[in-house]
């Protein structure tokens, strides 16, 4: 039950009042006046509301991205802060409170003003000690409580808070009548601060009302409380100060020297006092201006230095022992703020940056079990650039920051860590096994990009540096084998597949044999072997499943949706997954829906993937979600903008080389043709079987389903050894082109679908209010946008429709 806000009916009407009519409302005031306290009887009346803690964050994107968390939404990698942050709040009935900014509001305003320019559902409130001076913001300003007079009668709500929180605290009472002279001094000297009078009435609970001096300010008020504090518990006050984010019960007492039992009795002294305040999870934290106070104190004492040391009994103590096991529910998890600072802290010594480095290669298997990528990256990547650490742990950190960068940011940004790894291994002890394993990675980041090439390249390097054949040999040619289904190198794929499956397994490698079943069982389907390429999949589903390798299951479960339309998936929240693992699932979706007739929504999610998979640079998935969107706008009836989604897939698919996937871009460029009434419909066709001859491959899926009747053979040139001829391509784009001409307009230069996006911005329109009329999803709309600008050579939708204007 929420403490009563004495005296605030006004402010409470305004509030309620502000949050029916605005979107976006400010409560603005001193530290102490009780913002906090009035949006949660705010929050508790509106029902739906996400809250999240600002105390203590230092930047605009850090904000930002707390939100998101809180929303349980990250933005995709391309995309910004904003835009995430704009796409979850306008399809959701969610009221944002941001409790607690302590940066300047001037510096996250512009990002908020942006959501609420882009959304007509998004709604926000703020708690902060200044207004954003934003267009769209509306202001309740809170106050101190009104004081009496001495010419009043000793009565209102000042007067009542202060004499129910000496009830609450116990010891000596308030006579008003007796006291009213001290009464009316120290109510006066807090300035009507509620925060102010609860200090006052601890101290009078403690020492009577006659013994305690008035106080004009926070940190007299503090002071003065920190002064009737025993030894323990202002040793524990000092060093909770010292932490920048709550706590739980473990670290304060790892912190302050004593064990749990003795913590929770020093803490909940520190709380009756309001120096501390235990927030909704059960951790400690402390407002800003106590905490510094709190610091001031700790200057002149080695407590600073006793927290490190504890920290770092904590992490060394709660963090996995084996590197390569974490659990996604580890009770340390609800402390990683702590986790972080302390691994920063260890690594910012040169003394201890190996304790720093150990405990970011230790809880990295937890934070990626857990989905955590993004704050696996920015504590590895600060790891490292905190300076060099242990050659062999150094090459890990830098491979797993590579993965969780290229999970979060797109395939290739985790690159570069890629390289700062092959630096560290060549001055570790066995400088071969640590570049073997990079350059595995390396070719995963390939792979997933779509350079099959180079993936290849990287693979089979992996191989010769791990000449004694350790493990990593397993993984690059489980990569291999991917490469070659890809390519259509059957046979290269299945002699790969079975030097994988011929070794022997340990636990923790069972994984690449499912995967290499998997693959087989895709070259079954590539090859029309239906009912060998159903089992194959189903019994590696259910033994990934038996041994909880999550991420092959559902790799594997994906495929066996394709081959069995009966079958049903477990369920998986889609949000939660990996990118790279995402994208096929929702690809599947797409499918489905589109096999059930429901072409819209399956044109509108296949259009969310491409969005995705463009933006964080998985080659393949785009290659795929394409070739569904291209059916779907077909089948919608735009053959036009269906033309340019093919061919577009055809590039992309001839560029890897994905051969396989060329002959369905040409499928579906036959049907186009024959819509209308093209007579080169049969020799697309003739190049499509042209390229599935030498694999043995069958037009399964799409193609099976409108099958084209083709030419005797392909045009002279088109397909040359079962490949593409780059002059195949660019002859198959120029039959869909239409007739060249010079653009005479900015505009001239957006697709079809673009210019219909930019017409809607200039009319007004947000991305979800476009992409309702256009049967899109509202990331799709931005990422037409974003190359709108990148075209255009703008930056905002004003100067958008400024142009479209101009032009109509």
């Avoid at 402010?11 to 605005?22: G, I």
């Avoid at 830098?398 to 290229?406: C, L, T």
């Avoid at 060549?426 to 071969?432: D, I, K, M, Q």
């Avoid at 476009?770 to 049967?775: D, G, N, Q, R």
Wanted: glycine share 8%; proline share 5%.
């Amino acid at each position: 039950m929420l403490t009563p806000c004495l005296g605030r009916e006004q402010v409470q009407e305004r509030l309620s009042s502000a949050l029916a009519t605005s979107r976006w409302v400010s409560l603005v005031g001193p530290p102490g006046s009780g913002k906090t306290l009035l949006a949660r009887h705010a929050a508790a009346e509106e029902g739906n509301t996400a809250w999240v803690h600002a105390r203590g964050i230092r930047s605009a994107e850090a904000v930002l991205t707390a939100c998101l968390d809180v929303l349980g939404v990250e933005a995709a990698p391309g995309d910004s802060r904003e835009s995430a942050l704009s796409l979850v709040l306008d399809g959701a009935d969610v009221l944002l409170v941001v409790d607690g900014l302590d940066l300047d509001t001037g510096r996250v305003g512009p990002s908020f003003q942006q959501v609420l320019d882009t959304t007509t559902r998004a709604r926000l409130a703020i708690t902060s000690l200044t207004m954003a001076g934003q267009p769209a913001e509306r202001v309740v300003r809170v106050g101190p409580l009104r004081v009496p007079s001495e010419h009043e009668a000793l009565a209102g709500p000042a007067v009542d808070l202060l004499v129910g929180r000496v009830d609450a605290a116990g010891g000596h009472p308030v006579d008003l009548v007796r006291h009213e002279d001290d009464v009316r001094r120290l109510l006066e000297a807090t300035g009507g601060l509620p925060l102010l009078i609860e200090q006052i009435a601890v101290q009078i609970a403690q020492v009577g009302v006659t013994n305690v001096a008035p106080t004009a300010s926070l940190s007299e008020a503090v002071h003065a409380l920190y002064e009737l504090l025993d030894p323990d518990q202002q040793r524990c006050f000092r060093r909770l100060s010292q932490m920048s984010a709550p706590v739980s019960i473990d670290v304060l007492a790892e912190i302050s020297g004593v064990d749990r039992v003795r913590a929770s009795e020093l803490a909940a002294g520190l709380v009756r006092r309001s120096l501390v305040e235990v927030r909704p999870d059960g951790c400690f934290d402390m407002l800003s201006p106590i905490r510094r106070y709190g610091a001031l104190l700790a200057a002149s004492t080695d407590d600073g230095h006793r927290v490190l040391e504890g920290v770092l009994r904590w992490a060394d103590r709660v963090a996995p022992q084996d590197t390569n096991t974490g659990a996604a529910d580890a009770p340390w998890l609800a402390d990683l703020p702590v986790m972080r600072d302390a691994i920063l802290a260890a690594c910012a010594d040169p003394g201890t940056r190996d304790v720093g480095y150990g405990l970011a290669n230790r809880i990295f298997s937890s934070l990626y079990t857990a989905m955590r990528a993004r704050e696996a990256v920015e504590i590895l990547e600060a790891t490292l650039l905190s300076g060099d650490g242990p050659a062999a742990i150094g090459a890990q950190v830098a491979r797993r920051a590579g993965i969780a960068a290229s999970e979060v940011r797109g395939t290739y940004e985790g690159l570069w860590l890629l390289d700062r790894a092959d630096e560290h291994a060549r001055a570790a002890p066995h400088p071969e096994e640590q570049l073997a394993k990079t350059a595995s990675i390396r070719a995963e980041m390939h792979l997933d990009a779509g350079d099959l090439a180079r993936a290849e390249a990287e693979a089979r390097r992996a191989i010769e540096l791990d000449a004694v054949g350790r493990s990593i040999v397993r993984q690059a040619t489980r990569t291999l084998t991917d490469v070659y289904v890809s390519q259509g190198r059957f046979p290269e794929a299945v002699r790969a597949a079975a030097s994988i499956m011929a070794s022997t397994d340990t636990n923790d490698e069972r994984w690449i044999t499912l995967s290499a079943r998997t693959l087989l069982s895709r070259i079954a389907l590539e090859q029309g072997r239906l009912v060998e390429a159903t089992s194959t999949v189903r019994a590696v589903v259910q033994e990934a499943r038996e041994l909880a390798e999550d991420r092959v299951a559902l790799l594997a479960e994906t495929l066996l949706r394709e081959l069995d339309r009966g079958y049903q998936p477990a369920p998986v929240d889609r949000d939660s997954l990996p990118w790279a693992v995402r994208l096929p699932v929702l690809t599947q979706d797409a499918r489905e829906l589109f096999a059930a007739g429901d072409t819209r929504k399956a044109a509108w999610l296949a259009a969310d993937v491409v969005a995705l998979a463009d933006s964080s640079r998985l080659g393949r998935d785009g290659v795929e979600a394409r070739l569904l969107l291209g059916r779907a706008l077909l089948a919608n009836g735009d053959a036009d903008q269906a033309a340019t989604t093919f061919v577009t897939a055809l590039d992309q698919a001839a560029a890897m080389p994905m051969p396989l996937r060329v002959a369905d871009a040409l499928d579906g460029l036959g049907h186009v043709a024959a819509t209308r009434g093209q007579r080169e419909t049969r020799f697309l066709a003739a190049a499509a079987a042209a390229l599935r001859a030498p694999r043995h491959a069958a037009a399964w899926g799409y193609a099976a389903r409108f099958p084209v009747d083709p030419a005797r053979s392909a045009p002279a040139g088109w397909v040359v050894d079962g490949e593409l001829t780059p002059e195949g391509a660019k002859a198959v784009g120029a039959l869909f082109s239409g007739s060249p001409t010079e653009p005479t307009t900015a505009l001239d230069l957006l697709t079809a679908a673009q210019r219909q996006v930019a017409d809607r911005v200039a009319d007004g329109l947000t991305s979800r209010q476009i992409a309702e009329e256009l049967f899109l999803s509202p990331r799709t709309i931005d990422a037409h946008l974003t190359h709108i600008f990148r075209k255009l050579d703008i930056n905002s939708r004003a100067r958008l429709a400024a142009i479209v204007a101009d032009s109509r």
